[in-house]
């Protein structure tokens, strides 16, 4: 019998990579029998009388704030009070940064938190919170520990209103066979962690490291185990932080904030639509405006195009941060109704600023005036074009039009190519032109 490090599975033969997670080398010998449970009659026994769905009363999901309008916002409306939230980014991203900040606004309010490290000592702790504060809170406990019994110990010795874990791979549990930062050491961390939140009523955050390479699992492994995820990402800007919810019990999903790091830590950059669009590079012909919509927010983004006369019987559509299958779409269409342009026989490069990933059907219209920008060689520099482009070329709404309407026009433009100014795109050129002159 082989038994898995890592996952625990049994496996008859051996092999290089563990048929269960996926790990290698993690397969070794052993000579306990595998227990197979043999399926029991089960007797009833006395359990609680189930209650009418009807006659529940309705708790009061109370939230609090995190001092940050952007991670409020995108929480909806703040944490929610005994969340347990996973929050996964590379290393040096600004988990601990921004959850020590969190944390310690929530205990300038009056709550009483704790910070367990154990990846910084103390020392390390208390120097980067004097960073960050010109006054620490009373109420702001901390420790530093990395046996997962032994933190719940000295975490159920007071009464908590929220928690830290930085981080969950830095936990391990003695009772659970697997590798440091493995699968099934994460998942008894996790679970533990979060049951004990429950039974506490304390809110929690999890740190989880991302990592590309290496042994360590993914926070991806134990997001069904917590309430709420949320991934800190680097965006364009070396400073720019955008966090994103991808999992959110009391909220929407797929919203998207953004956080600047700066000398004191990290603030909210509400003005963060703008900042994606270099001014100097719209000025050019071969681009064009849009707004995306990323979960209910609108972002400007700049699309920028290159076409070249192919060499190739087949002309190369090149992307980057959109989709290919829409470019590819969208340049077939422009093919068939503006066959003039002769798009066929050029090669497309397109690229989306900002490194946000682009697949919304509302920028069809802004990656097309992208192409007639570059192939006509003029500058579409006010216009923000916004719209879904069906396959016969129509112009059409898209979801969430007004609100990218009306962020557009907070932007200060007033040039917007829409359903509602042009139809079809063969008649953009004409509306285009008498822009443009
Ligand atoms: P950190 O929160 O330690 O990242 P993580 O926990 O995700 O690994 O972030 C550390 C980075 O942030 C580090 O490169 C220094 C920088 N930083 C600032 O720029 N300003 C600050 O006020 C602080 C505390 C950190
Ligand atoms: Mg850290």
Not at 1 to 25: H, I, L, T
Not at 30 to 36: G, I, L, T
Not at 131 to 156: A, F, N, Q
Not at 407 to 436: C, D, P
Request: charged share 25%; proline share 3%.
């Amino acid at each position: 019998m082989y038994v898995c490090r890592n996952c625990g599975y049994a496996a008859a033969k051996w092999s290089g990579k563990c048929p269960n997670c996926g790990e290698w080398g993690t397969l070794d010998e052993s000579n306990m029998p595998v227990k197979k449970k043999a399926g029991k009659v089960l007797q009833p026994v006395y359990g609680a009388d189930l209650v009418k769905a009807a006659t529940i009363p309705e708790s009061k999901l109370e939230k609090l704030s995190t001092g940050f309008t952007e991670i409020d916002r995108i929480l909806g409306g703040g944490i929610a009070r005994g969340a347990v939230t996973l929050v996964g980014g590379d290393p040096g991203i600004g988990k601990s940064t921004l959850l020590l900040q969190v944390l310690a606004y929530i205990a300038s309010e009056g709550h009483t938190v704790a910070y367990i490290s154990g990846e910084e000592s103390l020392a390390q702790l208390s120097s980067r919170l004097k960073r960050l504060l010109s006054k620490i809170p009373d109420t702001l406990l901390m420790g530093t520990d990395t046996d997962l019994e032994s933190v719940v110990g000295s975490l159920s010795r007071q009464k908590l209103d929220f928690v830290v874990i930085d981080s969950i791979h830095s936990l391990t549990d003695a009772n659970t066979e697997g590798t440091y930062g493995g699968i099934s050491q994460l998942k008894m961390v996790t679970s533990s962690l979060t049951q004990w939140a429950k039974k506490n009523d304390t809110g929690m955050f999890l740190v989880g490291q991302v990592t590309k390479e290496g042994y360590v699992a993914g926070p991806k492994n134990v997001e069904h185990i917590v309430d709420t995820v949320m991934y800190i990402e680097r965006l364009g800007d070396e400073n720019i932080r955008l966090v994103r919810t991808v999992k959110n019990r009391f909220g929407e999903v797929g919203e998207v904030g953004f956080l600047k790091m700066a000398g004191k830590g990290l603030e909210d950059k509400t003005d963060f639509s703008r900042m994606l669009v270099e001014e100097s590079a719209v000025s050019l012909p071969g681009g064009a405006l849009g707004i995306t919509l990323q979960g209910s927010r609108p972002i400007m983004v700049h699309l920028q195009v290159l076409t070249n006369d192919t060499m190739f019987a087949v002309p190369r559509r090149v992307v980057d941060g959109i989709s290919k299958n829409k470019v590819e779409v969208l340049a077939a269409v422009i093919a068939k109704k503006l066959p003039k342009l002769y798009l066929d026989k050029k090669d497309i490069f397109i690229k989306a600023n900002g490194g946000i990933s682009l697949k919304d059907p509302g920028i069809d219209l802004a990656i097309i005036g992208a192409i007639l920008s570059s192939v006509l060689n003029v500058s579409f520099e006010t216009t923000v074009f916004i719209g879904e482009v069906g396959l016969q070329g129509e112009i059409k709404a898209c979801a969430g039009f007004d609100a990218r309407l009306k962020e557009a026009k907070k932007l200060g433009f007033t040039n917007i190519v829409t359903y509602k100014t042009v139809s079809h795109i063969s008649e953009i050129l004409e509306f285009l032109k008498k822009k443009v002159s």
